[in-house]
């Protein structure tokens, strides 16, 4: 048992060193900047859809406040920096955690509400930011938004002026948040959030603090979410109303559910494809809501779970198959020896 | 005094127009219990026909509605099988999810086919009418006239005939309702079909005084849930009482307030308003 | 006294519910509450439980007098329950329900998480050597892997029991937990109760089987129409003339 749960583990980290490798040397090997360029706002993308993931995907709550966030984040750092000459180094972490603290009342009076309600809710916040962000002219510059704002300092010897110099730099921020997200999703607070998405009600029931969870859990997503804003202010150095409009909300949603809801590598597949659709089809620009609107509801119907789900689904009955025993979960690449205790390595993934 | 009488009429007219839309709404949410957001797309695709009909083939605008009418139960039908129908028995948010996506297809669709420019559709009743001190165009008159014949029709409808009140035993109990053999495909498709009426009726009499493009269905159908969430899911009472509210607070905001912010005299209601009651305004108490 | 409901009345709109229902429970007994389809039983679960506020009277429990606390904090309190009809997170295994349904005794937070502090690995394995346990109490630990989809009827009826076991309740509802069980379950399940019993927890059950009731409970507490008509040992309760005619009358079968 002993081995075959740290048989599992050491799979597992030499697949996510694997990964890093070939994101650490992506850039060095990339035939165009473009191509970099599109990767790194595909991992800007991914780092607001883990927020998001955590409370869509794993406390089953359909928040379409997100890009409110996002769009807050944006703006807040691009003022901190421009008009009171902030490093990029204290913005990032102020305006995170301002935000942060914003969400708190928001999340406390919107989880008053319930299903549709709560859905319906949090779009109108959504809206109503979006709004405000549009019409303050004096403090967004309205539609024009805010232009020129600056990259990251320099830490040190090491600029940020380029597209690789940022590439690292969103790709040290991605794994962090993959990180905490991985830590989370694997302990008791994340088996609790998951436990409320099932029936909140039976939750409640056995002492769980429901309203606490859910605020939790709406401020962590809130705070990678801005952090994501905030990146991409700094990198594309231009911030505009639409960043917080209802359509990024669709886009986070939309990568979500195409990479696969509640699953650790979901959002990072799901905001690479979509990113990498958009940006690829950038002559068919025209097609792709036509195509995205059809795909969220294909998706909603025959693969709720994503490609990633759908990938675990697959294992996981290949490896009933081949198992003698009784699988209850994904497990490694041999079949597990261990019977009952098959159930203590199975990993929510 | 004059201006506030003008604001007043025009709060009326806009009130109108969203009575209509939210009306096609509660019904579909209340009897179905189908948060349908693509409603709202539903109608700007009525307001396009509409301006096809009339400016492509000549076609005279009452009877452009009525083709417009027709081609969206046919649409709204389409959306109903295709789209929420397989998912009637899944979770909440399914529903909400696809109906995004229908809204985001036809949305991107509109702008492919017709392009972002704004239109207008000619209004044949451009006549000015002075009542004492207000000056109002035919066709605000026409609008309230129109909304009001149209919600009497509905009244009748739904009360006084079978159809009508099996559509009213389903808003009330889906199941017990096809249990005494009410045919809940029929009851769905009608109620479809009822909603897309209203809603290319709004988009008609709407599109003179208002533009035309494809982003349009975006606001009316959250501001369309606005009301139907302060009204009741499936309360008509309350979709033609909170239409009314709303159009007219949104004139007068848009008046004596600010013009910038009058859109968001709706959103800020509903969240006031859930704020303080999280399940609507009339939900009933059950516990 | 454990638990103590005083005057308890509960109105749905124009329903009166429960009428006036003055009961007590003792530390340490089993307690039945019959009566016919209808009587209350549940509701008065529902109340004792936090899922209704009551509309008057009281409720004492140890030393907390209370009307209106949140749905959370009865757990807290001791108080564990089973429904009807059987509640279960059917999106994990077995064991995972009795993992998170241990929660509540544990403290760890985001921090705790993330940075994976000694607080959070003592708890983890705490967490999962109580599941462990329970499983075993409750004899389900060879399913211990089965998503919950798919265990049998029984076995649903057991993990549920096990899932208010695990937070370590004083005080034990079970709403009719032997519906739908044949008679050799039905005895298993008797021992069951009678375990929990000799392992320090009091326990109410609603059940409509009469030999069951009569073989466990120390006393019972009968409901019609909302108000309270008997109350007593089953031998007194068998005898009861109210209560055979309200009942019992020709009816008692296991």
Redo the contacts between chains.
Sequence with gaps: METAERNRSMWKLGTYLLLLVVAIVYPLVASNSYYVHVIVMSFIFAIAVYGFNLIVGYL?Q?SLAQAGFFGIGAYMSGLFTMKLHMSFWLSLPLTAFLTMLISLPIGF?SF??????F???T???G??IN??IE?WDSVTGGNTGLIGIPQPNNLGPISFDSVISQYYLVLAFLVITI??MT??VN??????F??I???S??????????MANKI?AFA?ASFFTAIAGVLYAHYIRFIGPDASG?NMT?DF?LSL?IGGQASIAGPLVGSLLSTGLTEGLQSLQ?????V??????LI??FF?MGIVGGLQLLRFKLMKRFAKT????IAQMKPSKGE?H???N?S?N | MNLFFQQLVNGLTLGSIYCLVALGLTLIYGIMEV?NFAHGHLYMVGAYVTFFMMTLYGINYWLAAVISAIVLAVLGVLIERL?FN??RNGP???K???A??????????A??LWGSDYRSIPGIYDKVIQIGGIRVTEQRIIVIVAAVVLMFALNLFLKHTIIGSALMAMAQNRDGASLVGINVNMVSILTFVIASILAAFAATLAGPIFLVYPSMG?MIV?KA??II?IGGMGSIPGAVLGGYILGLAESMGATYIST??K??V???L??VI??VK???MFAKETK | MLLKTKALTKNFGGLTALNNIDFHIEEGEIVAIIGPNGAGKSTFFNVI?GFYPPSSGSITFGEHEFTNI???????MGI??TFQTT??????????NL???H??K?T???W?????TPR?RR??KE??EKAWDVLGFIEL??I????VGNISQEAAKRLAIG?ALV?EPRFLLLDEPAAGINHDETNGLVQLIKKIQKAGTTVCLIEHKMQMVMNLADRIMVLNYGSKIAEGTPSQIKNNQQVIDAYLGGDSNA
């Excluded at chain 2, 995004?100 to 669709?109: H, I, R, V, W």
């Design positions: 089953g359909l009076i008053r509400t319930k299903g549709n309600y859905a319906i809710f779009m109108c916040v809206i109503i709004l405000v019409k990180f905490v830590r989370l302990s008791l607070v994340g088996r609790t998951m436990s998405r099932n029936s009600d039976l939750a409640a029931t056995l002492g769980i603090n429901v939790l962590i209802l669709f949603l559910l025209e097609y792709r809501m036509v995205f609107g059809i795909l969220l509801i909603v119907k709720p009784d699988v209850a979960g009952s098959a159930a203590e199975k929510i | 948060p789209v397989p998912l909440e948010t399914n909400f999810v696809a995004l996506g229908a809204m985001l297809f036809l949305e991107a669709t702008r492919l975006t959250t849930f606005v969430v910038d912010y859109d968001i709706a959103f800020v509903l969240v859930l704020s999280p399940s609507g | 439980s949140a749905t959370h904090k009865f757990a807290r564990a329950r509640c279960l997170f059917t999106e994990g295994t077995v064991l995972d993992i998170v349904g929660r509540l544990t760890m937070g985001f705790d998480a993330v940075l994976n959070a708890e983890e967490s999962r630990d060879k211990a892997g089965e998503m899932l937070t």
